[in-house]
């Protein structure tokens, strides 16, 4: 059984925008963290956008997405989306849901449950 499952990656233009969205199995739906990493071709994997699943949702992001991507949590449905706007060809890569328990979110390399990854491509 997958325990996460992303959808919504795609192929846009530079300054489009998409919205990745990523659902936690029940197994794994009381996770207090998920987040979003990226990997492009030739580079290490970084944390895009993390969130907390507790009432306080606290958000962290890197740098690069902290004014173009916003990460958001539907508990009821253990989903949590990314919405990016003002797509850049530098964004292009393998877009990866990412679930864990965790005090705190930013703790990208403690993240213990991984999506199969969908497909960003950013053209200019």
């Known amino acids: 059984q997958q325990q996460l499952v992303e959808s919504g990656g795609g192929s846009v233009q530079t300054g489009q925008s998409l919205r990745l969205s990523c659902t936690a199995s029940?197994?794994?739906?009381?996770?207090?963290?998920m987040a979003w990493f990226r990997q492009a071709p030739g580079k290490e994997r970084e944390g895009v956008a993390a969130?907390?699943?507790?009432?306080?949702?606290?958000?962290y992001y890197n740098i690069f997405a902290k004014d173009r991507f916003t990460i958001f949590h539907d508990d009821p449905k253990s989903t949590v989306s990314l919405q990016m706007d003002s797509l850049k060809p530098e964004d292009t890569a393998m877009y990866y849901c990412?679930?864990?328990?965790?005090?705190?979110?930013?703790?990208?390399?403690?993240?213990?449950?991984w999506g199969q990854g969908t497909q960003v491509t950013v053209s200019s």
């Open positions: 029940r197994d794994i739906s009381s996770v207090t963290c």
């Open positions: 969130i907390s699943t507790d009432a306080g949702r606290l958000t």
């Open positions: 990412a679930a864990a328990y965790l005090i705190s979110c930013d703790s990208w390399s403690h993240y213990t449950y």
